[in-house]
């Protein structure tokens, strides 16, 4: 299942039905041959930029499925627990603190969210540079590309690596803003026990209420 705001809805691809052909316009007129080659050689070069576009947005997806699912919801999945435990009674004792064991363990799941993340656009990057090389500069082999020379235009492709970056950062936060939200509960709920505990104690060893 991809995110609610997934990169689709914000970078809208290309619908590959509307290339199909030209426009009315241009086959009403009667080109010369070289005007006819070197229109149909745009139009080809379009077609196929738009393309490798739906093809790039589908690998954003999937890559972002795949880092979240398999690497960051099982560290929001052990810091859910964590929120559970809390809950027990051997752990609601006097020496539960459970805000700085949350931020302990919430610090270290951004962190290592961060380097699954990191690796995930990476791998990605890496893809969509592929897609578009072979797409439009040529067919070599991907062990003889150098990127930094290639003939071709990779600013959507950064656009995108971009894109699927903030993207998999907010799910990831959206969800541990959940969890953070059920911890603060549990927090909220443990103090006020104690509080009223004590305070019936205090209550109930004054000589005044006696």
């Known amino acids: 299942m991809g995110f609610e705001a997934g990169i689709k809805n914000r970078l809208q ?31 080809d070069v379009d077609t196929k ?3 490798i576009r739906q093809l ?29 435990d809390g809950a027990s009674d051997d752990t609601l004792s006097a020496s539960f603190k459970p805000y700085n064991r949350f931020a302990q363990d919430a610090a270290q799941i951004l962190s290592e ?24 500069g040529g067919g070599d082999p991907v062990s003889t590309v150098d990127f930094e020379r290639m003939p071709v235009d990779l600013s959507m492709t950064a656009r995108m690596v971009a894109e699927s970056r903030r993207e998999l950062v907010s799910a990831t936060e959206k969800t541990l803003d959940q969890v953070w939200g059920q911890h603060k509960t549990l927090v909220v709920e443990h103090f006020f026990e ?13 000589k005044q209420f006696n």
């Open 13 to 43: 691809p290309f619908p590959l039905s509307h290339l199909r052909g030209g426009s009315d316009e241009l086959d009403m007129k009667e080109p010369s041959a070289q005007s006819t080659n070197i229109e149909s050689f745009r139009l």
């Open 49 to 51: 930029s738009r393309a």
């Open 56 to 84: 790039q947005l589908d690998s954003c997806q999937r890559s972002m499925d795949a880092c979240f699912q398999s690497q960051i919801r099982p560290l929001l999945d052990r810091l859910e627990e964590m929120v559970c």
């Open 113 to 136: 969210s961060a380097t699954h993340i990191d690796a995930a656009v990476q791998d990605l990057q890496v893809q969509l540079e592929v897609m578009q090389y072979v797409g439009m």
């Open 194 to 206: 104690e509080f009223e505990r004590k305070f019936d104690g205090l209550i109930g060893g004054s």
